[in-house]
């Protein structure tokens, strides 16, 4: 019973430097998203997904980068890192209908820009 | 678009106080409520949903909710806490209806127990 796993769980990255971070379900969700959360500001929407082939900016989409090349996974790809990038980032998950807002969070990843 | 508040950064309560958190989002059509919990170091857990029906809504670990239409609110409310309540707290809200994926989610609130 995995739901949401993002990997990986920690990562520091040069300025400059680019990383992919995972995230898979196994919950056959349409819906996808990345959000970061820094301290004291809530959650940010970064990018999401509504199925397979299909993606969208969210609130904060700039230095990032998404595909959705199958239902379970949904990765998102940093490239030029700066350290306004250094936060937390949640994968979730969600179904279409009556439970679309209920969304399931992976563990997170703790990403330091230096 | 949406938006939701949440009006204490830090509440600080001893062991068995009663809690209430405020919530108020703003949007103009119909909305799901949520509350979602996060201990320290771990990821969100869904604490209790409101989707229709009747206001007061129960969750886990004794915690309930009231939807009031009027005042725009979806205040969180538990009786009695524990020390192991101590978590950051967050209200968020999505739009009802098809077409409506994203949930917003107020800045949270810090919630320490002191035993």
């Known amino acids: 019973n995995a739901g949401v796993t993002q990997t990986p769980k920690f990562r520091i990255l040069k300025i400059g430097q680019s990383m992919t971070l995972q995230c898979a379900q196994d919950m056959n969700h349409n819906y996808m998203y990345w959000y970061r959360q820094d301290p004291g500001m809530g959650l940010k929407l970064i990018y999401y997904s509504v199925g397979a082939g299909i993606t969208d900016k969210g609130e904060v989409p700039n230095g990032y980068n998404v595909s959705r090349s199958t239902t379970e996974d949904f990765p998102l790809r940093l490239e030029l890192a700066a350290p306004s990038q250094t936060s937390v980032y949640f994968c979730?998950?969600?179904?279409?209908?009556?439970?679309?807002?209920?969304?399931?969070f992976g563990q997170g990843t703790r990403l330091t820009v230096v | 678009a949406q938006s939701v508040s949440q009006h204490n950064h830090h509440v600080i309560l001893s062991e068995a106080a009663s809690l209430e958190l405020g919530c108020n989002y703003s949007?103009?059509?119909?909305?799901?409520l949520f509350w979602y919990v996060q201990y320290p170091g771990q990821h969100l857990q869904l604490l209790l949903k409101?989707?229709?029906?009747?206001?007061l809504v129960k969750g886990i670990k004794g915690f309930e909710a009231e939807f009031i239409k009027s005042k725009f609110s979806f205040n969180l409310r538990k009786p009695s806490v524990q020390w192991s309540d101590t978590a950051e707290y967050f209200c968020a809200v999505n739009p009802s209806g098809a077409g409506s994926y994203q949930l917003t989610f107020g800045k949270g609130t810090k919630l320490s127990v002191i035993p």
């Open positions: 409101y989707f229709s029906g009747d206001p």
């Open positions: 949007y103009g059509g119909t909305v799901n």
């Open positions: 979730a998950s969600s179904s279409p209908g009556r439970g679309q807002g209920e969304a399931f």
